[in-house]
Nanobody
Framework: QVQLVESGGGLVQAGGSLRLSCAASISIFSINRMGWYRQAPGKQRELVATITSGFSTNYADSVKGRFTISRDNAKNTVYLQMISLKPEDTAIYFC?????????WGQGTQVTVSS
């Protein structure tokens, strides 16, 4: 059973930074794509960033230039470095990976940005 555990969320003022971590219970070396998603109250879950096994990255337009996704295969961990945070970044952030056409999600970590 694949388990993903996110951490690093919290309350921060606008303009601040946070680093989220997602630890996987399996080796992520061969996982083609891992990603971060977020869901704000009353809104649908949306893609934030993805990273492939070849370390190619993709970002939502709203976070380009502010967020950086990375992965450490040796630690089976994916990170999301967030800078210049805005109140509209407030959401629960979820880690995702897909294995054998099954999507796995973590429990999420709350990020709250105050104005």
């Amino acid at each position: 059973q694949v388990q993903l555990v996110e951490s690093g969320g919290g309350l921060v003022q606008a303009g601040g930074s946070l680093r989220l971590s997602c630890a996987a219970s399996i080796s992520i070396f061969s996982i083609n794509r891992m990603g971060w998603y977020r869901q704000a109250p009353g809104k649908q879950r949306e893609l934030v960033a993805t990273i492939t096994s070849g370390f190619s990255t993709n970002y939502a337009d709203s976070v380009k230039g502010r967020f950086t996704i990375s992965r450490d295969n040796a630690k089976n961990t994916v990170y999301l470095q967030m800078i210049s945070l805005k109140p509209e970044d407030t959401a629960i952030y979820f880690c995702n990976l897909q294995q054998l056409n099954v999507n796995y999600w973590g429990q999420g970590t709350q990020v709250t940005v105050s104005s």
